[in-house]
């Protein structure tokens, strides 16, 4: 029922949890260990799994990418045991402090994150053997932040890239601010994208790139389109994607292709649906 595997990428401890009632998990989440900091802790109804995988004793630096339940789920049992402080943007340290509701598959799936009193991440994190930078990177979260190693050619990318051709938006994504994230993102020099959900150990900068190139031609496709003359659902049936409807059940509207197409809609200024 619970899956977990432990990766080791160098210096980097992966940490893939996840809850798997046919073998294979539904979705992975990883949490990874480097040096003395821990960046995001997991699911809460994975704590038990989590807490043996991990060596907290040598943990003096907790990072959230954000605030989501799947990433921020065990922080506040983290903190309160071992008294370690945990650092993310301050939208996200507001979500924190005053808790948040989860949809019914978030619960299933994941659980909800108990209340943490979290504290705004510092522009650069310096441990004895590692320095990492939070670069803000909005358009999945408001909270969104990556952590990148320079010297190592490392990004901890949170949920910026999860995969190239993303069909499902959550309802409150923004295609704009993904797009200028990534712009950001690929900019600097890495190569080992420790994603949360699908790390590479190679490549890491291509596919920050074509995710980008995929982003930004959905965008133009959906102007174009719009431009035509084209309504929104017009638009969501000439691009129809598969397993739309059954996302849509399963996350009870939350996420689906229809809130990708509205987010590039919404860009425009004179845009009313
Ligand atoms: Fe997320």
Redesign the pocket.
Known sequence: MIFARQHTYGPVKGFEVGIAPMGKPIKSVYLYHIDSILIDTGPHHLRKKVSSMIDYDNITTILLT?H?E??SGNAGLLKDQYSVPVYLHPYGVSKLSNGFNILPYQHILFGKAPRVQAETCPEIIETENIILKAVHTPG??KDHTVYYAEKEGWLFS??LYVGEKIQFFRIDERIDQQIDSLKKIAELDFDMLFCSHRPSMKDGHTLIQRKLDYLVSFNQQVLELHKKGMKEKEIIKQLRVKNDLSVKLFTMGNACFSHMVRSSLNTLQDYQQ
């Open positions: 954000h989501h799947d990433h999945h979260s949170g949920d």
